[in-house]
């Protein structure tokens, strides 16, 4: 047996483990498990995928056999045995009760964890881990407010190993039964064809519009890393179709590398999944998950508006065109693709009107896209047992590695919690920030795209929740803006850099310099940086205010963005230039400060936005006119 086919079949029967699980079949059947038993399995079936298919040294096979095999045999025989005894583990626990069996147990779990993270996610993730269990260990010797409890070593490591909120805290529960549910959705969904027909539909909405090449790279981006779960897959996976596509249509490397990342980036951000970040977002805010999608789709579209209009005003200002679509069209499109639309209108019926699980509502509209599929064809052609294999490949590839990197999420989450560490960096965090609001999201802001280090939507809200969101909360924030903010901030560490990871990815398929693009990732997602901050000081922005509050609220931050995005183009109507420039900056950023900001109440936020909107209608009725006027003159 090769190792290929051992990773399939191993991945095979992890996925449908999760599916069983997610159905509740153990139960149906009389087996009353534990989910630590669950979730351990799966841990053993990623970590001999993992340990196959990311060797030690991949030039020296014999070094890294030597070096894998003990580690991957000691490691999944250990998180077997607790599968096995989990039961019996957790009564010493709670008792206290420690056998050096059982310590070395731990231990040998919390060593495969870490090495694997490091294989997979690479080396930041795994120092970050070490060092939380460094800080646990001698938190009692920390300085000043940081002094934290004494270490005990067999509380700790029963503790981590085998009881609900460290290696079997939120993040790896939320991944084993919610995560690989939406992943298996979006395989099934791009091994039959999908992706195409997304990137088709794209086309025929906006194709021959300027710049419509680009417009249908970040629609087709934004479509799949909404259900991907790790920007930089996404890049890689739709990036190597639309990148040459906007080149071709005359975008630079760095612009259309820098685009991609943007748009994959922000289909973490998108309702109602989020990369499934939006389920973790529900049980670690402990607020309602209809309350956490409401309050992600105003920010979502204001994201998704800033980068539009980048996209059109450079195809104006370099004179981009659109392409013709010979005989493509929406309606033609939809007709023969609408068993992909299909499953995201079970799943937001189920997850709304139905009030399911959402791994349920996953495997439902799943299930609803292959019944579909099977009847009725997508062009004619049905799945096959090829197909449904490929994505169960797909969906065990992208599992194993937010399986490893959740559990590690909750090993840093832990040692931080049982060492008293983490409440004491909260309040220095708070009193970094000097109870001085913006000074507090500025700095909790740096932390977010450090800590980010391109790790996938779950690892990264995993993690800067706990860390970052508490302070925030306990300072007044709303407790969904507060949530939002990190996680916004935490993706931008995506195209930010020096790290920037989904950047780079799309620069090497671009043939553009990293940083280059990375920088230009940042400049064209300018206002994803922005974003976080104005929903932070206007919550009208996350719905949380009247109609005519929030209407006001999302007119102010869309003309906002505009006159900003327009005058880093350098191009509206026509080339802005001189007064003309600066004044609409000073406008669009007036315009993005909250309307109860506004000195005088009210009536002069109401003339702020009468004068936007007085601005754009004098560029499209007057400017454009002229500038027609000026180029059909000889």
């Given at each position: 047996?090769?190792?290929a086919?051992?990773?399939?079949?191993?991945?095979?029967?992890?996925?449908?483990?999760?599916?069983?699980?997610?159905?509740?079949?153990?139960?149906?059947?009389?087996?009353?498990?534990?989910?630590?038993?669950?979730?351990?399995f799966?841990?053993?079936?990623?970590?001999?995928?993992?340990?196959?298919?990311?060797?030690?040294h991949?030039?020296?096979?014999?070094?890294?056999?030597?070096?894998?095999?003990?580690?991957c045999?000691?490691?999944?025989?250990?998180?077997?045995?607790?599968?096995?005894r989990?039961?019996?583990?957790?009564?010493?626990?709670?008792f206290?009760?420690?056998?050096?069996?059982?310590?070395?147990?731990?231990?040998?779990?919390?060593?495969?964890?870490i090495?694997?993270?490091?294989?997979?996610?690479?080396?930041?993730?795994?120092?970050?881990?070490?060092?939380?269990?460094?800080?646990?260990?001698?938190?009692?010797?920390l300085?000043?407010?940081?002094?934290?409890?004494?270490?005990?070593?067999?509380?700790?490591?029963?503790?981590?190993?085998?009881?609900?909120?460290?290696?079997?805290?939120?993040?790896?529960?939320i991944?084993?039964?919610?995560?690989?549910?939406f992943?298996?959705?979006?395989?099934?969904?791009?091994?039959?064809?999908?992706?195409?027909?997304?990137?088709?539909?794209?086309?025929?909405?906006?194709?021959?519009?300027?710049?419509?090449?680009a417009?249908?790279?970040?629609?087709?981006?934004?479509?799949?890393?909404?259900?991907?779960g790790s920007?930089?897959?996404n890049?890689?996976?739709?990036?190597?179709?639309?990148?040459?596509?906007?080149?071709?249509?005359?975008?630079?490397?760095?612009?259309?590398?820098?685009?991609?990342?943007?748009?994959?980036?922000?289909?973490?951000?998108?309702?109602?999944?989020?990369?499934?970040?939006?389920?973790?977002?529900?049980?670690?805010?402990?607020?309602?998950y209809?309350?956490?999608?409401?309050?992600?789709?105003?920010?979502?579209?204001?994201?998704?508006?800033?980068?539009?209009?980048?996209?059109?005003?450079?195809?104006?200002?370099?004179?981009?065109?659109?392409?013709?679509?010979?005989?493509?069209t929406?309606?033609?499109?939809?007709?023969?693709?609408?068993?992909?639309?299909?499953?995201?209108?079970?799943?937001?019926?189920?997850?709304?009107?139905?009030?399911?699980?959402?791994?349920?509502?996953?495997?439902?509209?799943?299930?609803?896209?292959?019944?579909?599929?099977m009847?009725?064809?997508?062009?004619?052609?049905?799945?096959?047992?090829?197909?449904?294999?490929?994505?169960?490949?797909?969906?065990?590839?992208?599992?194993?590695?937010?399986?490893?990197?959740?559990?590690?999420?909750?090993?840093?989450?832990?040692?931080?919690?049982s060492?008293?560490v983490?409440?004491?960096?909260?309040e220095?965090?708070?009193?970094?920030?000097?109870?001085?609001?913006?000074?507090?999201?500025?700095?909790?802001?740096?932390?977010c795209?450090?800590?980010?280090?391109?790790?996938?939507?779950?690892?990264?809200?995993a993690?800067?929740?706990?860390?970052?969101?508490?302070?925030?909360?306990?300072?007044?924030?709303?407790?969904?803006?507060?949530h939002?903010?990190?996680l916004?901030?935490?993706?931008?560490?995506?195209?930010?850099?020096?790290?920037?990871?989904?950047?780079?990815?799309?620069?090497?398929?671009?043939g553009?310099?990293?940083?280059?693009?990375?920088?230009?990732?940042?400049?064209?997602?300018?206002?994803a940086?922005?974003?976080?901050?104005?929903?932070?000081?206007?919550p009208a922005?996350?719905?949380?205010?009247?109609p005519?509050?929030?209407?006001?609220?999302?007119?102010?931050?869309?003309?906002?963005?505009?006159?900003?995005?327009?005058?880093?183009?350098?191009?509206?109507?026509?080339?802005?230039?001189?007064?003309?420039?600066?004044?609409y900056?000073?406008?669009?950023?007036?315009?993005?400060?909250?309307?109860?900001?506004?000195?005088?109440?009210?009536?002069?936020?109401?003339?702020?936005?009468?004068?936007?909107?007085?601005?754009?209608?004098?560029?499209?009725?007057?400017?454009?006119?002229?500038?027609?006027?000026?180029?059909?003159?000889?």
């Amino acid at each position: 047996m090769t190792r290929a086919t051992l990773v399939r079949i191993l991945g095979t029967v992890m996925v449908a483990a999760a599916v069983l699980w997610a159905l509740n079949v153990p139960r149906m059947l009389g087996f009353n498990l534990y989910k630590g038993q669950f979730l351990y399995f799966l841990v053993a079936l990623s970590a001999v995928v993992i340990f196959i298919r990311e060797p030690f040294h991949r030039a020296r096979p014999r070094l890294s056999m030597a070096i894998d095999i003990p580690l991957c045999g000691l490691g999944t025989l250990a998180a077997l045995y607790t599968v096995v005894r989990f039961p019996q583990l957790l009564d010493d626990a709670s008792f206290r009760d420690y056998s050096s069996f059982g310590l070395m147990i731990a231990v040998i779990l919390i060593v495969l964890l870490i090495e694997g993270v490091r294989r997979t996610a690479g080396l930041a993730l795994a120092i970050i881990a070490l060092a939380a269990i460094l800080i646990a260990v001698f938190a009692q010797y920390l300085p000043g407010v940081l002094t934290g409890r004494p270490f005990r070593p067999e509380a700790f490591l029963y503790s981590m190993a085998f009881q609900d909120g460290n290696i079997l805290g939120a993040p790896l529960s939320i991944v084993g039964t919610v995560v690989i549910a939406f992943v298996l959705m979006g395989s099934v969904l791009q091994a039959a064809g999908g992706g195409d027909f997304f990137s088709n539909l794209a086309g025929a909405m906006m194709g021959s519009s300027r710049g419509g090449s680009a417009k249908i790279a970040v629609t087709a981006s934004g479509f799949f890393g909404a259900i991907s779960g790790s920007a930089v897959s996404n890049v890689v996976s739709t990036g190597m179709i639309t990148i040459p596509l906007m080149k071709k249509a005359g975008y630079k490397n760095d612009t259309a590398a820098g685009l991609e990342a943007v748009a994959s980036t922000g289909g973490q951000l998108v309702p109602p999944v989020m990369g499934a970040a939006a389920f973790l977002m529900a049980v670690v805010a402990e607020v309602e998950y209809s309350a956490v999608v409401l309050a992600s789709v105003i920010p979502a579209v204001l994201y998704y508006v800033g980068l539009f209009l980048q996209i059109d005003l450079i195809a104006a200002r370099d004179g981009i065109r659109g392409e013709r679509n010979e005989g493509q069209t929406v309606r033609g499109e939809l007709r023969h693709g609408w068993v992909f639309v299909l499953p995201f209108v079970v799943l937001i019926y189920g997850l709304f009107a139905l009030v399911w699980r959402p791994e349920y509502a996953a495997l439902a509209s799943t299930a609803a896209m292959i019944v579909a599929l099977m009847i009725f064809g997508h062009h004619g052609k049905r799945p096959t047992i090829k197909t449904f294999s490929e994505a169960m490949a797909g969906t065990a590839d992208a599992s194993v590695s937010i399986i490893f990197i959740a559990a590690v999420a909750g090993i840093v989450i832990g040692a931080l919690n049982s060492s008293g560490v983490l409440f004491n960096i909260s309040e220095a965090i708070v009193d970094i920030g000097g109870r001085n609001l913006p000074l507090l999201l500025l700095l909790s802001a740096m932390i977010c795209i450090v800590l980010g280090m391109g790790m996938p939507t779950v690892g990264v809200y995993a993690l800067l929740s706990t860390l970052i969101a508490v302070p925030l909360v306990d300072v007044g924030i709303d407790k969904i803006a507060a949530h939002l903010f990190v996680l916004y901030l935490g993706m931008m560490s995506m195209m930010t850099p020096p790290v920037a990871i989904a950047a780079f990815a799309a620069a090497a398929i671009a043939g553009s310099g990293p940083m280059r693009t990375g920088f230009k990732a940042m400049r064209l997602g300018w206002s994803a940086y922005v974003i976080p901050f104005v929903f932070v000081l206007d919550p009208a922005l996350i719905m949380n205010g009247t109609p005519l509050e929030i209407l006001e609220a999302l007119l102010r931050a869309s003309l906002g963005i505009w006159l900003i995005t327009a005058v880093i183009v350098g191009y509206f109507s026509a080339r802005l230039q001189g007064a003309r420039r600066i004044g609409y900056a000073l406008l669009g950023m007036v315009l993005l400060v909250p309307g109860h900001y506004v000195p005088g109440g009210t009536i002069p936020a109401l003339m702020l936005l009468a004068l936007g909107s007085a601005v754009i209608a004098y560029e499209f009725i007057v400017v454009r006119k002229a500038e027609t006027q000026r180029r059909i003159q000889p």
